[in-house]
């Protein structure tokens, strides 16, 4: 498979689970029915992605990459949509994610460029 088929998978699964854990808080507790099926669909579709990805790249490297965007993601979606307070530590946090996620990308060989 083609490394750039490899990360149009995993940011696909990304965006995905970003939509479905943005639907689960609106499901309330899956009582509400196209919250619910928007949710559920959601990881559904997440998880094959991620599954298609990990043909390729390493179960690890996947995986740190898939939830520190989401991380991040939903962050942002819950500051924007949700009028969630992000402090300091929290902004600090994010940050340390993207770089960790950026130092996985550029310098480990783990990766396949």
Do not use: C
Request: hydrophobic share 55%; aromatic share 12%; net charge neutral.
């Amino acid at each position: 498979m083609n490394s750039i088929y490899t990360y149009l998978y995993l940011a696909g699964a990304i965006v995905m689970e970003v939509i479905a854990t943005s639907f689960l808080k609106s499901s309330e507790s899956f009582t509400r029915l196209v919250p619910s099926i928007i949710t559920v669909a959601g990881y559904a579709a997440a998880f094959y992605l991620l599954s298609l990805s990990l043909r390729t790249m390493p179960t690890g490297i996947a995986y740190a990459i898939w939830s520190g965007a989401g991380i991040v993601l939903i962050s942002l979606i819950s500051w924007i949509w949700f009028g969630q307070a992000l402090d300091t530590a929290a902004l600090l946090g994010i940050g340390l994610i993207i770089a960790g996620v950026i130092v996985i990308n550029v310098f480990s060989g783990s990766v396949s460029h």
